[in-house]
């Protein structure tokens, strides 16, 4: 996903910077790199690559931000949170004008979600994945481009996870119509647009 990032990338905040693995792979490229980070020995971790790492959910942390960010990113963030639609508004009023916003969340239409539901009668929660137990909220491809777009993003380019040979030959043979299903996460990359 970082090599999808259209350069340059100017000032990134990364929401949820974890560890700072992401940071890692865009520091050459970062004219200041800022992370959002809930876990403080994580946010410790990560403070060895970032300018700066603010420990704190995003939600108390993002009004708190005094700099414009050219990029932002929100990967495996925003279906952990209560309210990822008022994120989404916050992070516009952070955003420099014509700043991007790079985005990855789980897939809610991968039919392993649904066959827990249909053959089981649960969600089946795990520790990770799709149905990790800390998710608050699921998106399909429609729900996160309405999330994004209410917000006052414009959304330049929407893809997902690699997946196998096999998985996009069964997507081609359907005209693109199974290949939602077949995906595990998606993305989005949106541009700061005017509000009107």
Same mark, same amino acid.
């Given at each position: 996903m970082v090599a999808a990032l259209p350069r340059p990338?100017? &000032?990134v905040l990364d929401v949820g910077c974890g560890a700072g693995a992401v940071g890692a792979e865009l520091? $050459?490229?970062a004219e200041r790199l800022v992370g959002i980070e809930l876990d403080a020995a994580a946010a410790?971790?990560?403070?060895?690559?970032?300018d700066e790492v603010i420990v704190g959910s995003v939600e108390t942390v993002v009004g708190?931000?005094?700099e414009p960010f050219d990029t932002i990113l929100c990967y495996d963030v925003l279906e952990h949170l209560v309210d990822? *639609? &008022?994120?989404?508004d916050d992070l516009y009023s952070v955003a420099a004008a014509g700043a991007r916003l790079h985005i990855s969340v789980p897939n809610a239409r991968h039919p392993s979600f649904g066959l827990g539901l249909v053959l089981k009668g649960t969600v089946g929660y795990? +520790? $990770?994945g799709l149905r990790d137990v800390t998710h608050l &909220? *699921?998106? +399909?491809?429609?729900?996160?481009?309405?999330?994004?777009t209410v917000a006052g993003w414009e959304i330049i380019a929407q893809g997902h996870n690699p997946i196998s040979r096999a998985r996009a030959l069964a997507? &081609?043979? +359907?005209?693109g119509r199974a290949l939602e299903l077949l995906v595990g996460q998606l993305h989005v990359l949106a541009v700061k647009a005017p509000r009107t």
């Open positions: 990338l100017g &000032r520091r $050459a490229d410790d971790r990560a403070s060895r690559v970032y708190n931000l005094d990822p *639609w &008022r994120v989404l795990e +520790t $990770a &909220r *699921w998106f +399909t491809r429609r729900d996160i481009s309405d999330a994004v997507g &081609r043979l +359907t005209g």
